[in-house]
């Protein structure tokens, strides 16, 4: 359940400063969480492609090995697919991932945050999530966009990011 909509392509252009969709998605465990209800924390929204693949469990593990830090900061973790809650579960328990995976299989959310389109694979064509994160304020608005994440790095430059706009917990 998303509370915008775009096309089947990447035209929703969410910015720096504006007000970051809200959105209201399961995770791996049913539980349901709605990024409002986060208001007053920092927010690290991550769309990763998919479930249990290298580059996706390499971000997923990088955040997973400093998650001490993000709670230190209070800061919340969410994590964003359009696999199912089933495969998010697998995933989740395969690497013990401390932070909730939600499911968007509707795709209502991706498109909102323009993270949906065409990609490329091996010079073939396909529709899929571009790895993007976007870090969220306390009062809800997008503090940072991530473009192009290279999971090797991302957890290091979140963390430090956190740090740079002040948060402390």
């Not at 971000?59 to 090995?65: K, P, Q, Y």
């Not at 503090?143 to 963390?159: D, G, N, S």
Request: proline share 5%.
């Amino acid at each position: 359940m998303g509370t915008a909509h775009a096309s089947e392509t990447d035209s929703a252009q969410v910015q720096v400063g504006q007000t970051a969709p809200d959105f209201t998605l399961v995770d791996q465990f049913g539980k349901t969480h709605q990024l409002a209800a986060y208001r007053g924390q920092w927010v690290l929204v991550y769309f990763y492609p998919k479930d249990d693949t290298p580059g996706c469990t390499k971000e997923a593990c990088g955040i997973r090995d400093r998650f001490a830090e993000f709670q230190k900061i209070k800061a919340v973790v969410l994590g964003i697919s359009v696999d199912s809650v089933e495969s998010h579960k697998k995933f989740a328990d395969k690497f013990k991932l401390p932070f909730p995976l939600l499911s968007d299989n509707q795709k209502h959310v991706v498109q909102a945050y323009g993270v949906w389109g065409e990609r490329q694979f091996m010079g073939k064509a396909y529709m899929g999530i571009s790895r993007t994160s976007f870090l969220i304020d306390p009062k809800g608005k997008i503090a940072k966009i991530y473009p192009k994440v290279k999971p090797e790095e991302h957890t290091e430059e979140i963390l430090k990011d956190l740090i740079q706009f002040g948060a402390n917990g």
